[in-house]
């Protein structure tokens, strides 16, 4: 892009911003939804999140937080490897599983199995990735985890097939799909 | 949650993650998309990013990454201060406009301001949050932002009027809309 050197005349302010309006701003920012797994020796743990994203492709890095207040977070807090399960519409059951309360999240044996390397894993999920931890990033009593993927399993590799798949979306407490059908006029 | 210390008995293994099957993976990962600006003292700069999580409610603490390819990540890597635009459908084209190469992002005087604080600020998003940077972490080649919400603009604060506004999504390259359309039954 170009700079513009040029300053605007017009000049704004806002206002001092309060957890609740950060929360109101935030309900409608929409987030892909992930099941992460993980076990530092002292049983599994799976919870859901929203905030997975991609950082760098090439080493693959990718990055999510987790509140202190999940169950899971200590856990995920001491574990050197993680499983990030990136989850469509048609795996809305998993996104439910990491984002219930007092249930038995691996009560349903048929449902995950071990990776060779012990982290577990639900393959109903379109993809996973096992990652190693990077960084731990302590903010505001959530942690930041960034970490490097190093074994995966997506589908069938075959990306036409994926193309017809459609994604499941966190967006204002409810979750949504996007698809074809969604899909803007544009870029 | 309740921890099974019953050992699933499947095993599985994935295969080595390459590039190449990470950004397939996240191709259709949906994420929502924010406009960040900043000003280092050396010009304006805009970006669109699909990677916005909010990080925590209390603080008000939120996280980007950006990648080293864009022209202005070398603004973003100095500034202590950024400015996060939450973009609904309706403001698609400034989805567009952080995203198109080779263009003057800011050619338009009359689509942004100023802050007081001397950021530019685009009034047409949904809502925008100033953020003081916190932690800045390079990431293979890609650099993480975690920022502390300080001010902000959140529409009228007619939360019931939020719900009435479709969510924008970037999913497999496209721009695409969540709202009442797409909510799926369930939790």
Chains 1, 2 share one sequence.
Do not use: C, K
């Amino acid at each position: 892009m170009s700079r513009t050197m040029v300053a605007s005349r017009r000049r704004l302010s806002g206002r001092p911003l309060t957890a609740d309006h950060f929360t109101v701003a935030f309900r409608l920012h929409p987030g892909g939804v992930a099941l992460v797994t993980a076990d530092a020796a002292d049983g599994p743990v799976a919870l859901t999140a929203s905030s997975l994203a991609s950082v760098s492709a090439s080493p693959p890095i990718f990055m999510f937080s987790v509140s202190s207040q999940s169950s899971s977070t200590a856990t995920l807090r001491s574990s050197t490897t993680v499983v990030v399960h990136l989850l469509d519409a048609a795996a809305q059951d998993l996104a439910e599983l990491g984002a219930t309360s007092d249930i038995d999240r691996f009560g349903d044996e048929s449902s995950w199995a071990r990776l060779d390397t012990g982290e577990p894993v639900f393959p109903a999920a379109r993809a996973w990735i096992r990652g190693r931890v990077l960084h731990r990033l302590d903010a505001g009593g959530s942690t930041v985890i960034v970490a490097e993927g190093v074994e995966s399993s997506i589908g069938d590799d075959h990306v036409e097939q994926y193309g017809e798949r459609d994604g499941l979306v966190y967006f204002n407490r409810s979750w949504h799909t996007v698809g074809s059908h969604t899909r803007l006029p544009g870029h």
